[in-house]
């Protein structure tokens, strides 16, 4: 059950109500991973949406596991996936979905031995180490008629949603040059998985952050013509071959050019945006806010949530006469909002896998 994209440019036109309150069955959920990315985004998105139940959390660390069960009180914790997957073959535990938010080096095995059990699945991102292996998944997901979708989340940045309005209602004229970053200063690193996995196990700054800003640069100005890329590592290459400062220039058949920068060991950062059209400009600076509340404790059913404060907008005009652009609310609960609606009626899921594929290739090229 592999839907296609929405052209590129439209908004999503599902609408999250259509999925809240509804009169069907609760979707039963199970996350693998309390990281980063299961403790700060799945979990929460998925509790604050009604369509779902979470069933079970999959974490063996101990400091985890007591994080999970104090958050989540009505959930299983379980220590293993091979445990999980055991009560579902014995029907010990019925699930609909399951969440995968390991390093990717896991992610091909893992979304396989969930849909080869008939239940849908959600991979984060990095989606894979390699495009072959999203192949395979793509593949294996149409062989069991199950979904498979990959959480591109930075989708439903606020400041994104901006900019493709902006572009969608023609404010900017024909975009010429789309410059985006990704950049922090930790010089210590990242301090999880992503400071010693290879590039092989889909390791590096590139392949982490690039699954973003590529997606983003393509959801906006469509395939990509021509790639050049640089990589450097600034750490002890015995600890790892993975990148940790990359660069971009990509050719969009569409003639727009998208340059894309990716750094952990920024110590002064630029624009998140910068985008230059035959009639105004766009700038924006600081990263979409959603992460960090999210990270804080902020639901995703608090009234603030998504909400920038004015001096966080970024600038539209030309030289000499540029007026705040109110950022759009993030929006990080439709992902689940759109894939329950998906599960439930047969909709779009609200990202196509071969988009993911299609990035991966992008990364390739570049590192070849």
């Given at each position: 059950?592999?839907?296609?994209?929405?052209?590129?440019?439209?908004?999503?036109?599902?609408?999250?109500?259509e999925?809240?309150?509804s009169?069907k069955p609760?979707?039963?959920?199970?996350?693998?991973?309390?990281g980063i990315?299961g403790?700060?985004?799945?979990?929460p998105?998925?509790q604050?949406?009604?369509?779902?139940?979470l069933?079970?959390?999959?974490?063996?660390?101990?400091?985890?596991?007591?994080?999970?069960?104090?958050?989540?009180?009505?959930?299983r914790?379980?220590?293993?996936?091979?445990?999980?997957?055991?009560?579902?073959d014995?029907?010990?535990?019925?699930?609909d979905?399951?969440?995968i938010?390991?390093?990717?080096l896991n992610h091909?095995?893992?979304?396989k031995?969930?849909l080869?059990r008939?239940?849908?699945?959600?991979?984060?991102?990095p989606?894979v180490?390699?495009?072959?292996?999203?192949e395979?998944?793509i593949?294996?997901?149409?062989?069991?008629?199950?979904?498979?979708?990959?959480?591109?989340?930075?989708?439903?940045?606020?400041?994104?949603?901006?900019?493709?309005?902006?572009i969608?209602?023609?404010?900017?004229?024909?975009?010429r040059?789309?410059?985006?970053?990704?950049?922090?200063?930790?010089?210590?690193?990242?301090r999880n998985?992503?400071?010693?996995?290879?590039?092989?196990?889909?390791?590096g700054?590139?392949?982490?952050?690039?699954a973003?800003?590529?997606?983003?640069?393509?959801?906006?100005?469509g395939?990509i013509a021509?790639?050049?890329?640089?990589?450097?590592?600034?750490?002890?290459p015995?600890?790892?071959?993975?990148?940790q400062d990359?660069?971009?220039?990509?050719?969009?058949?569409?003639?727009?050019?998208s340059?894309?920068?990716?750094?952990?060991?920024?110590a002064?950062?630029?624009p998140r945006?910068?985008v230059?059209g035959?009639?105004?400009?766009?700038?924006k600076w600081?990263?979409?806010?959603q992460?960090?509340?999210?990270?804080?404790?902020?639901?995703?059913?608090?009234?603030?949530?998504?909400?920038?404060?004015?001096?966080?907008?970024?600038?539209?005009?030309v030289?000499?006469?540029?007026?705040?652009?109110?950022?759009?609310?993030?929006?990080?609960?439709?992902?689940?909002?759109?894939?329950?609606?998906?599960l439930?009626?047969?909709g779009?899921?609200?990202?196509?896998?071969s988009?993911?594929?299609?990035?991966l290739?992008?990364i390739?090229?570049?590192?070849?």
């Amino acid at each position: 059950m592999i839907r296609q994209p929405a052209l590129t440019g439209e908004d999503d036109k599902s609408d999250p109500k259509e999925v809240r309150g509804s009169d069907k069955p609760s979707l039963r959920a199970a996350i693998i991973g309390f990281g980063i990315s299961g403790r700060v985004f799945h979990a929460p998105l998925i509790q604050a949406n009604d369509s779902y139940v979470l069933e079970a959390i999959v974490t063996s660390d101990p400091g985890r596991t007591d994080a999970a069960r104090a958050s989540y009180p009505h959930a299983r914790i379980i220590p293993t996936p091979e445990q999980l997957f055991t009560r579902v073959d014995e029907g010990e535990l019925a699930l609909d979905v399951v969440v995968i938010g390991t390093p990717p080096l896991n992610h091909k095995q893992l979304a396989k031995a969930a849909l080869e059990r008939g239940l849908h699945v959600v991979v984060d991102k990095p989606f894979v180490p390699c495009s072959e292996d999203g192949e395979e998944l793509i593949a294996a997901a149409t062989d069991a008629g199950r979904c498979l979708t990959v959480f591109q989340n930075r989708r439903w940045d606020g400041d994104f949603l901006t900019l493709k309005q902006l572009i969608r209602e023609g404010k900017l004229g024909k975009v010429r040059t789309f410059e985006s970053r990704f950049e922090w200063w930790m010089p210590e690193g990242f301090r999880n998985w992503r400071d010693t996995a290879l590039l092989a196990e889909g390791g590096g700054i590139l392949h982490d952050l690039g699954a973003h800003l590529v997606d983003q640069a393509i959801q906006l100005f469509g395939p990509i013509a021509e790639v050049y890329g640089e990589t450097a590592r600034h750490g002890d290459p015995d600890q790892s071959d993975a990148d940790q400062d990359a660069f971009l220039s990509l050719l969009h058949r569409s003639g727009t050019r998208s340059r894309l920068w990716m750094n952990g060991h920024a110590a002064r950062l630029g624009p998140r945006f910068h985008v230059l059209g035959s009639q105004a400009a766009y700038t924006k600076w600081g990263l979409d806010g959603q992460e960090k509340a999210l990270r804080e404790g902020m639901l995703p059913t608090d009234p603030e949530y998504g909400i920038e404060p004015p001096e966080s907008w970024g600038k539209v005009g030309v030289a000499g006469s540029f007026r705040d652009e109110p950022t759009r609310r993030g929006d990080y609960p439709r992902f689940y909002a759109q894939l329950a609606h998906a599960l439930q009626t047969g909709g779009a899921p609200p990202v196509d896998p071969s988009d993911a594929v299609a990035v991966l290739k992008i990364i390739e090229q570049a590192r070849r």
